[in-house]
């Protein structure tokens, strides 16, 4: 299952142009189809790596990490 386009937009309003949120076993970058210069960036399932969204500059991306080497402090 995903998410609905629409009841995104709404959620986003006017002002947003990015929203990030956590997984939907549907990980990527998606573009909004009824609503231009809007992004969504869905996170994916801890099942095989762990996931982030970097920023650098004015672009953002999808990242997927090793589970198998976790920070030690």
Known sequence: MDVNDSAIAQTMGDQHRLLIHGHTHRP?????????????????????C????????????LECFSLAHRYET
């Open 50 to 61: 762990g996931w982030l969204a970097r920023q650098r500059a004015d672009q953002v991306s």
């Open 28 to 48: 990527g970058i998606h573009l909004l189809q009824d609503t231009p210069n809007r992004t969504r960036i869905v996170l994916g399932a801890w099942e095989y």
